[in-house]
């Protein structure tokens, strides 16, 4: 088990094993940001993956990120057209070719 400080408040969060981290937002925080962790041991990021635009009023239709099996896409939930649908995003090599998150 390892213990990682996130720089901003975030409901929920999960990792591939110990080279990916997702959270979802909270507060001023609206997208999907991610992390990856460098040859150093360090997690660079966080990057903006994508706008979640979720309402959060029901968990029925809160993000709850998750990635497959193989750590190359990321499925979560959002209702931003009124509904709760599920959205799988393809996840890039290097997260560094995402924008940088800043709150």
Same mark, same amino acid.
């Given at each position: 088990?390892?213990? %990682?400080? +996130?720089?901003f408040d %975030?409901?929920?969060?999960?990792a591939?094993? $110990?080279?990916?981290?997702?959270v979802d937002?909270?507060?001023?925080?609206?997208?999907?940001?991610?992390?990856?962790?460098?040859?150093?041991g360090? #997690? =660079?990021g966080? #990057?903006? /993956?994508?706008? /979640?635009?979720?309402? +959060?009023?029901?968990?029925?239709?809160?993000?709850?990120p998750? +990635? =497959?099996?193989?750590?190359r896409?990321l /499925?979560?939930?959002? =209702?931003?057209?009124?509904?709760?649908?599920l959205?799988l995003?393809?996840?890039?090599? =290097? $997260?560094?070719? /995402?924008?940088?998150?800043?709150?």
């Amino acid at each position: 088990m390892e213990e %990682t400080e +996130f720089g901003f408040d %975030t409901w929920h969060c999960c990792a591939d094993g $110990f080279g990916h981290v997702v959270v979802d937002g909270k507060g001023p925080v609206k997208t999907i940001s991610v992390w990856q962790r460098g040859a150093d041991g360090r #997690y =660079d990021g966080p #990057y903006m /993956l994508c706008e /979640l635009r979720c309402s +959060f009023h029901s968990q029925k239709v809160h993000a709850h990120p998750r +990635f =497959d099996p193989e750590g190359r896409r990321l /499925l979560f939930t959002s =209702d931003k057209n009124g509904y709760g649908n599920l959205y799988l995003v393809r996840l890039p090599e =290097d $997260f560094a070719a /995402l924008p940088p998150l800043s709150v």
